[in-house]
């Protein structure tokens, strides 16, 4: 299976605090990306980082790629309540098979 | 227009029923793709048409048959499925080719099938 890992499986933290996940995944890839899923409903793309960037950031999130360690990990800061939601990364291989980590739930409390 | 717009939103079916599901994008992107999610979990590859053909087919069983009548339209044709197939299907579209590696996916918000 080409399915990554993520960790935390689940994590919870308070309004205004930083949240980290982190996805490895296992063969060569064309590119990385976060979606979120709110409620079991349909993905929303969050950030795309290609396999030659080591780093890019869009508005609260950053997100890291180690190529030799066919790792990334996705960090929002200052989190928000309606950051709630399941994080998944998915890894692009060749140019039309996207296949998701097993996802992050983050609970973020006022 | 830039969502991908699946119906019905919930679809409750016995196990010798036939049932289609609808996919819908006008935003000009030229693949197109259907997920399988159940709950607590990823959502799983099932099929890629790319230029209104099938690329990619992941071993999916043939009671679950697409179809991409045209560049805009995508249907998931749906015959004698057991209960462990009820979850949520998910449809996405992309740019596809060469343009995907800079590009995410638009996904549709599901629909959510029980088989009883």
């Known amino acids: 299976s080409q399915q990554g890992e993520e960790d935390p499986q689940a994590l919870s933290i308070q309004e205004g605090e930083n949240a980290t996940m982190n996805c490895s995944y296992k063969?060569?890839?064309?590119?990385l990306q976060w979606y979120r899923q709110n409620s079991g409903r349909g993905l929303v793309h969050l950030i795309l980082?290609?396999?030659?960037?080591r780093e890019k950031h869009s508005g609260r999130l950053r997100v890291t790629l180690d190529t030799s360690k066919k790792s990334s990990s996705l960090l929002i800061t200052a989190s928000r309540a309606a950051d709630t939601a399941s994080y998944f990364c998915?890894?692009?291989?060749?140019?039309?098979?996207?296949?998701f980590g097993t996802g992050t739930r983050l609970q973020v409390f006022p | 227009d830039t969502e991908v717009t699946q119906t019905p939103k919930h679809l409750v079916m016995g196990m010798t029923n036939k049932k289609s599901l609808k996919c819908e994008q006008h935003?000009?992107?030229?693949?197109m793709y259907w997920y399988k999610q159940k709950a607590k979990k990823p959502p799983e590859l099932m099929f890629v048409?790319?230029?209104?053909?099938?690329?990619i087919n992941e071993s999916v069983p043939s009671r679950f048959s697409p179809e991409c009548p045209n560049s805009s339209l995508l249907n998931l044709h749906l015959h004698a499925l057991q209960p462990e197939d009820s979850a949520l299907y998910l449809c996405?579209?992309?740019?596809?080719?060469?343009?995907?590696?800079?590009?995410?996916?638009?996904f549709g918000s599901g629909t959510r099938l029980t088989v009883v």
């Open positions: 063969t060569s890839i064309n590119n």
């Open positions: 935003m000009g992107h030229r693949a």
């Open positions: 048409y790319s230029y209104e053909k099938l690329s």
């Open positions: 980082i290609r396999s030659n960037e």
């Open positions: 996405a579209s992309s740019q596809g080719g060469e343009a995907a590696r800079v590009k995410g996916y638009t």
């Open positions: 998915a890894s692009l291989y060749n140019t039309d098979k996207l296949i």
